[in-house]
């Protein structure tokens, strides 16, 4: 199994099959327009511009399951991306990524590489961890689910999952990582 299996809705409207991104280094986003982290659309989008001609993409899947805060429709949401951090990597409809309703693909990729905790050093986090423990304890007790928004996650060339990164990491610590598996793919 790998991302391949699933299909998504993009904002056009238009189901989308993953595997149209086959042979592709892809970074899977849960996102949010109202939230701590959305800053993180701005360094997405530098590392979209950076990559994209090299074999990388980036897969953004609004989500309004966390305070709800991304409570907009995806006619909004993608004019909101695009005119204030400028986004032009795909965006799909807003999609549950947790619990019963979560999307098919959501459900692999929180089994294929569970949470492994915050970076408790970030400036977001002093925030967001003591939110989560007071008023939604109930995020923090599967390990194989989102907890929040902005959590990533790696895909190789070949559709397979190979890191999980939490809204508590920098874009600009997963680089290395990214660049990895470009290389990877081009030999």
């Not at 400028?86 to 309703?101: A, I």
Request: with cysteine; charged share 25%; proline share 4%.
């Amino acid at each position: 199994m790998s991302i391949y299996d699933f299909s998504a809705v993009a904002m056009n409207g238009r189901t989308i099959s993953l595997e149209q991104f086959k042979g592709k280094v892809v970074l899977i986003v849960n996102t949010a327009g109202r939230c701590g982290f959305t800053y993180q659309y701005e360094d997405l989008q530098r590392l979209y511009d950076r990559y994209k001609d090299k074999g990388f993409v980036i897969l953004g899947f609004p989500c309004n399951q966390f305070d709800n805060q991304e409570p907009d429709t995806n006619e909004r949401i993608q004019t909101s991306c695009m005119l204030n951090y400028g986004v032009n990597f795909p965006l799909f409809q807003k999609t549950d990524v947790r619990d019963e309703n979560a999307h098919p693909l959501f459900q692999y990729l929180t089994h294929e590489k569970a949470f492994e905790g915050f970076n408790k050093f970030h400036p977001v986090a002093k925030i967001l961890i003591p939110l989560l423990n007071e008023k939604h304890p109930e995020y923090l007790v599967n390990d194989y689910s989102i907890k929040w928004n902005f959590t990533k996650f790696l895909v190789d060339a070949s559709g397979q999952v190979t890191k999980r990164i939490e809204c508590t990491t920098d874009i600009i610590d997963i680089e290395q990582d990214i660049e990895r598996l470009l290389q990877e793919t081009a030999v």
